[in-house]
Every structure is written in structure tokens, then in C-alpha cells.
């Protein structure tokens, strides 16, 4: 399948996923599906740049990799449709709503290290296009909070994927300045 068709199969699934809850990119108006276009760019652009890298599995991951989490979506809807390496993507990068606020991203990470780089590459995208301007209602210690946290992942991920690994450096020197 051409990446073409995997990116328009792929975003058409998400982007419906999203609106059905009315989900917008917090702090704005936008419609959600900005953001996931915006990390499937990030990966694009870091697959022109790495050697032995799926772009097609990394785009599809970085459209889905919210459904899980913010959609009605289910892992079996993930693996039925688009595959079983896919689906356990997605759930590696998705949050465990059990665990305490403190542990869901250590436990996250320690799953998505588990996976093919590619999956590493999209959790890295991900933070980086997050990396934008805070939301205007975020406190400064929520800010903090964040970039702490993008630290962490940066550290916990480092050899996933140079490229991204320096965009995500600079983003982190630049956040909430």
C-alpha cells in the first residue's frame, strides 16, 4: 500500500474518531485533527532523515496514537482494521487510566521501549509538537510540570531517533519562555 493511501486511510479513520467527540486542541479551537497531521509531519520529515525507518507504520501510529485514549476506540476496532503491530502501538502510547497521574507516563515509556523505534519516533514527535505555546489557562507550575516531563521523556527514549531528539531539545530550551 502506497504511503499516500495509508495517510488519507489512516487520518479519515482518526479525524472522525476525534470529531465525533467534538475534540479540539486544548486551549484552542482547533480541530484535533491538526494535531495528529502536525506529529504525522514531524515523523515524515524524521523518516527523510533515518536510516531503516517504516514511514508507512509510523505515519499510521501517529494518526492513531490519541484514539485509544481521547476516542471511543477500542484496541480490537485498531488491530481489525488497520493491524495487530499497529494496534499494540497505539496502546503503548496510550496512558493506563488506572495508574496514579505520577506513574502513567513511566509505565507508558517503559511499553513503548519495548517496540520498534518507530514507535519511540512517534511518542518523541508527539511531545514536540506539544512543545508549542502553553494554553493561556495553564499555570506556571503546570508548565514546569510539562517540561520536567519532556525531559524525562527525552532521556527515557534518547537513541530512538536523532533527528527528533534534537528538535525535541531545542523545543524544550524554547517552552514557555
Known sequence: MSLQTIYQETIQFAAQKHSDKNQTIPGTSLPYVVHISNVAMEILIASERSEN???????????LHDTLEDT???YEELENTFSRETAEAVLA???N?????NAKMTDSLHRIKKLPKEVWAVKLADRVTNLQTPPLHWSEEKIIQYKSEA???LEELKGGNEYLEKRMKEKIDEYGR
Open 72 to 74: 471511543d476506540t477500542t
Open 151 to 153: 525531559l524525562q521523556i
Open 97 to 101: 487510566a488506572a495508574l496514579d497521574k
Open 53 to 63: 525507518f517504516d514511514t508507512g507504520f509510523a505515519v499510521q501510529t501517529a494518526l
Open 93 to 95: 502510547l496510550t496512558k
